[in-house]
C-alpha cells in the first residue's frame, strides 16, 4: 500500500516503514517503542498527521495539518473515533476535531471490533479470542478479559449487557456488565457465518451470511429476529430470507444477496447486501435491504451499478450512508460511498487506491475506513452532498493515517466506533 509521506525531512534509512531522522540532539533522546528520532523529538509513524513540513514543526491541540501546514482549528464540541486495527494489534483514536489521530496503543493481537459501555470501551480481539476492557482514554486495561467465540466480528452494547456476534463459532453471546461473565450463547447452527447485531428495545437482529468459501450458503442469507426479555435466555423470533425475494442481478449471473451489516434507522432496519457471485464477484447493482422491525416485510432498494458490494451502514439519524466495496479494488467505477435521503440516492466514486470500509457519523461528518489502506476518508454531508475533505483528492487535504503498516506491507482498518 502508498504511504502517504506527512513527515517530509532529510533521512538517513527505511527500516519498517519508519522514519530515523538527522539532526540528533546532543543529549541522547529515548522514544518509545511506536515511535522514531526525528530532529529534537519523537515522532510516530511516517504518516503521522500531528507533523507537517518537518521533523521540527509539529502542530499543537488546536491545529490540523492540512496541505503540509498547520492550521488553527476552532471546535465547540468534540468526540472522538475509535478504529481497529486489524493487522498491527494497535487500537488508534482519532480526534474529530483536529481530523488527526493522537493517541495509538496496542491492544491484543488482532482487534476486530469496538463499542462502549458508559465509560468503558469493549475491543473483541479475534487473535486472543476475548473481549477487552479498556480505559478509553489511556487505553489501559480494566479488569479481566472475556472468554469469546472464534472470529468475534462484531460487539454491540446496551447500558447493561454487552453483545458478541462469533462468526466462526455462529454464536451471539450475551455477557452482563456487572459481573462481565457471559450468561448465554445463543448458536446459529453451521454455515451461518453470523456478522453483525442491531438492538431494538428488546429485540435484536443478527444477519446471517452463510459460508461463501465452502460453497454453503443457504444456512446464511437470513436476517434473524431475537427475543432479549431475558438477556440470559435469548430466543428466535423469526427471520427473513432474502434468497426468497427478487433479487436484481446482471444477465448470466447467479446472486447471492449475503448480508454483511445491520442497523436501525428511521423506525426501520437496514441490511447491507453484498450481492455477489460465488466468485465474490458483485451479479447485480448495490442492494440495501429495509426491514419493518414488527412484521419483518421487506422491500429493496437499489444503490445502482456504481456502488455495488453493499458492506457497511452509518446513520447520524437523519441521514444514512452506506460504503460499497465493489470487487476490492480490481475494476474502478463500482465502488464508493453512497448517501441515501428519503431513499433517494447519491454516490460518491472511489479512486482505485481506495476500499470503503467501516463507517461512523459525527453529526454531518462522515467517517469512512480503507479497508486496505490503513487509513480514513472524511466526508462532509452539510445540506444532503457528499463532499470529500480528507483523502485522494479531498478539498482539505490526505487522508488521516491510522493504522500502521503490518510485517508485509499490509494494513487494515477493521472497524470504527464513535464515542460522543
Known amino acids: 500500500m502508498k504511504l502517504q509521506p506527512y513527515l517530509r525531512c532529510s533521512c538517513l534509512g527505511l527500516l519498517a516503514f519508519l522514519f530515523a531522522c538527522n539532526n540528533a540532539p546532543s543529549t541522547p533522546l529515548v522514544c518509545p517503542p511506536d515511535a522514531v528520532q526525528c530532529g529534537n523529538h519523537c515522532a510516530l509513524l511516517e504518516s503521522d498527521v500531528d507533523h507537517c513540513g518537518g521533523c521540527n514543526q509539529a502542530c499543537n491541540a488546536n491545529q490540523r495539518c492540512v496541505d503540509n501546514q498547520c492550521r488553527e482549528v476552532h471546535c465547540e464540541e468534540e468526540s472522538h473515533l475509535y478504529a481497529a486495527?486489524?493487522?498491527?494489534?494497535?487500537?488508534?483514536?482519532?480526534?474529530?476535531?483536529?481530523?488527526?489521530?493522537?493517541?495509538?496503543?496496542?491492544?491484543?493481537?488482532?482487534?476486530?471490533?469496538?463499542?462502549?459501555?458508559?465509560?468503558?470501551?469493549?475491543?473483541?480481539?479475534?487473535?486472543?479470542?476475548?473481549?477487552?476492557?479498556?480505559?478509553?482514554?489511556?487505553?489501559?486495561?480494566?479488569?479481566?478479559?472475556?472468554?469469546?467465540?472464534?472470529?468475534?466480528?462484531?460487539?454491540?452494547?446496551?447500558?447493561?449487557?454487552?453483545?458478541?456476534?462469533?462468526?466462526?463459532?455462529?454464536?451471539?453471546?450475551?455477557?452482563?456488565?456487572?459481573?462481565?461473565?457471559?450468561?448465554?450463547?445463543?448458536?446459529?447452527?453451521?454455515?451461518?457465518?453470523?456478522?453483525?447485531?442491531?438492538?431494538?428495545?428488546?429485540?435484536?437482529?443478527?444477519?446471517?451470511?452463510?459460508?461463501?468459501?465452502?460453497?454453503?450458503?443457504?444456512?446464511?442469507?437470513?436476517?434473524?429476529?431475537?427475543?432479549?426479555?431475558?438477556?440470559?435466555?435469548?430466543?428466535?423470533?423469526?427471520?427473513?430470507?432474502?434468497?426468497?425475494?427478487?433479487?436484481?442481478?446482471?444477465?448470466?449471473?447467479?446472486?447471492?444477496?449475503?448480508?454483511?451489516?445491520?442497523?436501525?434507522?428511521?423506525?426501520?432496519?437496514?441490511?447491507?447486501?453484498?450481492?455477489?457471485?460465488?466468485?465474490?464477484?458483485?451479479?447485480?447493482?448495490?442492494?440495501?435491504?429495509?426491514?419493518?422491525?414488527?412484521?419483518?416485510?421487506?422491500?429493496?432498494?437499489?444503490?445502482?451499478?456504481?456502488?455495488t458490494n453493499v458492506s457497511s451502514l452509518a446513520s447520524n439519524g437523519k441521514l444514512l450512508a452506506a460504503s460499497c466495496a465493489g470487487d476490492w479494488g480490481m475494476s474502478p467505477g463500482i465502488a464508493g460511498v453512497a448517501l441515501i435521503i428519503n431513499e433517494e440516492v447519491k454516490t460518491w466514486p472511489a479512486p482505485p487506491s481506495f476500499s470503503a470500509g467501516a463507517m461512523a457519523f459525527s453529526g454531518d461528518m462522515l467517517w469512512v475506513a480503507n479497508a486496505n489502506g490503513g487509513d480514513v476518508y472524511v466526508f462532509s454531508t452539510k445540506e444532503g452532498g457528499l463532499h470529500l475533505l480528507r483523502g485522494e483528492g479531498g478539498s482539505e487535504g490526505e487522508a488521516i493515517a491510522t493504522c500502521p503498516p503490518g510485517p508485509t506491507g499490509y494494513t487494515t482498518v477493521q472497524s470504527l466506533w464513535l464515542k460522543p
Open 85 to 307: 486495527c486489524f493487522q498491527t494489534g494497535q487500537v488508534s483514536v482519532l480526534s474529530t476535531c483536529t481530523q488527526s489521530r493522537f493517541h495509538m496503543a496496542l491492544v491484543g493481537d488482532r482487534p476486530q471490533a469496538i463499542n462502549g459501555m458508559g465509560e468503558v470501551l469493549l475491543v473483541a480481539d479475534d487473535g486472543t479470542e476475548q473481549l477487552l476492557r479498556l480505559n478509553p482514554q489511556s487505553l489501559e486495561p480494566i479488569g479481566e478479559a472475556v472468554s469469546i467465540g472464534q472470529t468475534p466480528i462484531h460487539v454491540s452494547a446496551d447500558g447493561t449487557h454487552a453483545y458478541v456476534i462469533n462468526a466462526g463459532s455462529h454464536t451471539l453471546q450475551v455477557v452482563e456488565g456487572g459481573s462481565w461473565q457471559t450468561i448465554a450463547e445463543l448458536p446459529f447452527g453451521d454455515n451461518t457465518s453470523p456478522q453483525a447485531f442491531a438492538l431494538v428495545g428488546k429485540q435484536g437482529f443478527v444477519p446471517l451470511y452463510g459460508n461463501l468459501v465452502t460453497g454453503e450458503t443457504s444456512a446464511g442469507q437470513k436476517l434473524v429476529r431475537i427475543n432479549l426479555e431475558n438477556p440470559a435466555a435469548p430466543v428466535r423470533a423469526g427471520e427473513v430470507d432474502f434468497s426468497s425475494l427478487s433479487i436484481p442481478h446482471y444477465e448470466g449471473m447467479a446472486p447471492l444477496p449475503l448480508p454483511y451489516d445491520v442497523l436501525h434507522h428511521q423506525g426501520a432496519l437496514y441490511v447491507a447486501l453484498n450481492n455477489l457471485n460465488a466468485y465474490y464477484m458483485p451479479a447485480g447493482p448495490g442492494l440495501i435491504a429495509k426491514v419493518d422491525p414488527q412484521t419483518l416485510a421487506t422491500s429493496l432498494l437499489s444503490l445502482g451499478d456504481t456502488c
